[in-house]
């Protein structure tokens, strides 16, 4: 099991770019999480789905922020456009019934 | 509401024994979590405990929940220098979302 995959594991961009983060996670795990992690804010929920239906997209900060899960097996996180507050760690998880998430390593966003 | 907090800070020498403590609001979660994140790293999961208990032990964890007061502890023993990182404490409202604390950071001194 190659665990929770994400892409790219860094990315730079200029202000004003569209940025899409990608996830691929662990097979058969009906739940899929996106958090958001910075110094300041800490681990923050931007929205999860389940078995490919968004559940709860409540942390997504602003309209510049778009999710998507077409199937069992993607999900990714799209930002347009990108500004320089965006820049965080993301994370996606992954979960079987929603008892404990296996993370993958993050995706460093800075945006300059 | 929602609301996990810890302490941000712990320093230990190693050998000592550890222990980090959390405080949550969700009385109805049905798991409580401990993770652990490395630098440049994921995280991890630690243990669970379910909320029907008191304590669980796996090998140099234990785990003490007290729901009366709605604390969660972590007790790490024979810390090594390989255990500094961050531990996060997280609750489960429901719906198969976490909410996380801030996490502490653990500093093991040789």
């Known amino acids: 099991d190659a665990g929770v995959i994400q892409s790219p594991r860094h990315e730079v961009t200029e202000m004003g770019q569209e940025v899409t983060l990608r996830c691929k996670p662990i097979?058969?795990?009906?739940?899929l999480f996106w958090y958001r992690q910075t110094m300041m804010r800490g681990l923050e929920l931007l929205i999860y789905f389940n078995n490919n239906v968004p559940i709860d997209d409540s942390g997504m900060p602003e309209d510049r922020f778009s999710a998507k899960m077409p199937n069992a097996s993607f999900s990714t996180l799209k930002i347009q456009p990108s500004e320089p507050r965006d820049s965080a760690v993301y994370f996606c998880?992954?979960?079987?019934?929603?008892?404990?998430?296996?993370f993958g390593s993050g995706t460093r966003l800075t945006v300059v | 509401g929602e609301d996990v907090e810890q302490s941000l800070f712990l320093s230990v020498r190693e050998g000592d024994s550890s222990v980090i403590n959390c405080t949550y609001t969700?009385?109805?979660?049905?798991?409580l979590y401990w993770y652990k994140q490395e630098p440049g790293a994921g995280l991890q999961l630690l243990t669970y405990i379910f909320s029907n208990m008191d304590m669980k032990q796996d090998q140099r964890l234990t785990v003490l929940l007290n729901k009366k007061d709605k604390h969660l502890s972590l007790r790490i023993a024979d810390t090594q220098t390989g255990d500094s990182a961050i531990y996060f404490c997280a609750e489960s409202p429901g719906g198969g979302k976490l909410i996380f604390g801030q996490g502490t950071e653990l500093s093991v001194k040789p």
């Open positions: 969700d009385s109805s979660s049905t798991y």
């Open positions: 998880a992954s979960t079987l019934g929603g008892i404990g998430h296996t």
């Open positions: 097979s058969g795990h009906d739940y």
